[in-house]
């Protein structure tokens, strides 16, 4: 897996047929939420999740020891006219790795916004994708 420079502390893995980027403390979770499906699946079924919502529900979950507080999974969809056809289909890489960089780009700047922690895309078609997006 290829793509962008990352931002210091993140990592790329690839787990199945999914493509994520991390910081270190999730990769863990990351393989194992991967090995049985999406993340988002498995932010949805987990037994101590919060349902938020929005677009769609996101669930808020507890992050892995040692790290403290929650982490919100949503999946990424479009909006607006367009969204009963394109639902969460995306050219690829999708538009996850934009999220990341600009969020690295505005906490250099000292404009608060959550941490993105990770990303997963899941290759759709040839170049299509979906991705979930994870943040603090």
């Known amino acids: 897996m290829t793509g962008p ?8 893995v690839r ?10 403390a ?3 979770t990351l393989r194992h939420a991967l090995a049985r499906g ?16 929005g677009r769609q529900p996101a669930y808020a979950v507890p992050l ?27 050219l690829l890489p999708t538009r996850a790795p934009s999220e990341l960089a600009i969020t690295a780009r505005l906490a250099d700047a000292g404009i608060p916004t959550p941490e993105l922690l990770a990303y997963v895309v899941y290759r759709a ?3 299509l994708g979906r991705s979930d997006v994870v943040t603090r």
């Open 38 to 53: 999406t993340l988002y699946d498995f932010a949805k079924h987990s037994p101590d999740h919060t349902r938020l919502t």
């Open 125 to 127: 078609a040839a170049l």
């Open 64 to 90: 892995p020891a040692p790290e403290t507080g929650r982490m919100v999974v949503r999946h990424n969809r479009h909006g607006g006219a367009m969204a009963g056809v394109t639902r969460d289909l995306f």
């Open 15 to 24: 787990v199945g047929r999914a493509d994520a980027v991390a910081v270190a």
């Open 26 to 28: 999730l990769l863990d």
């Open 5 to 12: 420079a990352l931002p210091p502390g993140y990592e790329r």
